[in-house]
């Protein structure tokens, strides 16, 4: 039972590696550099998938939201083709197998649905994705995963919220001034801020790897919605520290350059609809509970049995 994990060196794919592992599952990344446990992306379009491969994952992905680098037209290419094209090879990859894999789970984002006040998403709205570079991009990395339906494989897309453990990501980027008492809300903070602790979005994927009846789109948020003002106070109070230092949207846009700021200054109310009725059960459901485990100086790895 081997899952191949393209992206698996990552934030992400590292919790869904460990989780898969205390499972009974072997794994195998696919990466940019070789090692122990891993193939590089060229052995996998020369050799294609190991024997005795179950499932599929995909998940690399250059970090977009990378302050150092400036939103070029050549960073966005490369934000582009770290989605697409790697999703593509591995969709080659279980297109062309003997014996293809059971199932193909592969990363998409929130951003597939426009910004807005008011509205809510579940998986069922289909009026996304053409409203700007991030959102055409979602579209293009779900099209990418598609594998000819002859081939009977299982396939489900799980379109992710911001990620929030310890270890990366925005928590690592925010822990220290807030940690100084230096936190604020980000513009308004009224913008929607769907969110996910990275221990679900790993056991959502190890969910659809493990549980037949998990097909399609599912939306990888917590069910608890919240604003970024919600999660500011939550974080900052969970870390007992005042949050009275907001930042003005200018600054990010000026970081950030204006299409990229607005994943921050603009955000969707999304509902796991599907994913809740196809049963899968949150560790950390509400804010309240994964920004207290975020809060807290060295993660825990609890044991997740599936
Ligand atoms: N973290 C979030 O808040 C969040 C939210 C929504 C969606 N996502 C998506 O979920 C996926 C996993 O997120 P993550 O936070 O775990 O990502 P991550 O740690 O930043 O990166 C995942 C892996 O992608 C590979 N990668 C990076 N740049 C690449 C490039 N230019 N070309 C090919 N591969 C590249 C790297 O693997 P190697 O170095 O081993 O090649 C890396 O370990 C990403 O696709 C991301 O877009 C993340």
């Not at 934030?11 to 195998?28: C, E, I």
Request: glycine share 10%; net charge positive; proline share 6%.
């Amino acid at each position: 039972m081997t899952v191949v994990i393209g992206g698996g060196s990552g934030f992400v794919g590292s919790h869904l590696v460990r989780l898969l592992r205390d499972n009974g599952f072997k794994t195998l990344i696919v990466s940019r550099s070789p090692g122990p446990g891993r193939i590089t992306w060229s052995n996998l379009s020369k050799d294609g998938l190991p024997e005795g491969c179950t499932a599929v994952v995909s998940m690399a992905g250059e970090q977009f939201l990378n302050p150092l680098r400036r939103w070029t037209d050549e960073f966005k290419k490369t934000v582009w083709s770290s989605r697409v094209e790697t999703t593509k090879a591995l969709a080659n990859a279980v297109a062309e197998a003997d014996k293809p894999p059971k199932v193909f789970v592969s990363m998409s984002g929130v951003a597939y649905y426009e910004p807005h006040p008011t509205m809510e998403y579940t998986e069922e709205c289909s009026k996304g994705g053409d409203y700007d570079f991030l959102s055409r991009l979602t579209v293009a990395w779900e099209k990418a995963a598609s594998v000819p339906t002859e081939k009977n494989v299982r396939h489900v897309v799980v379109r992710s919220g911001v990620v929030l453990g310890r270890e990366s990501g925005m928590i690592q980027q925010i822990y220290l001034p807030f940690f100084l008492g230096l936190g604020g809300r980000i513009g308004s903070g009224q913008q929607w801020f769907p969110w996910i602790h990275v221990q679900d979005i790993a056991g959502i994927f190890a969910y659809a790897i493990m549980n037949d009846h998990v097909t399609g789109i599912l939306n990888g948020v917590a069910p608890q919605t919240a604003t970024n003002l919600d999660f500011t106070k939550t974080f900052a109070g969970e870390l007992r520290r005042p949050a009275v230092f907001p930042v003005p949207g200018f600054v990010f846009n000026w970081v950030y350059g204006e299409e990229r700021a607005k994943v921050i200054l603009e955000g969707q109310k999304v509902i796991p609809k599907r994913t809740l009725e196809l049963g899968y059960k949150f560790v950390y459901p509400d804010l309240k509970s994964a920004c207290n485990e975020c809060s807290k100086f060295s993660p825990s790895k609890p044991e997740q049995k599936m």
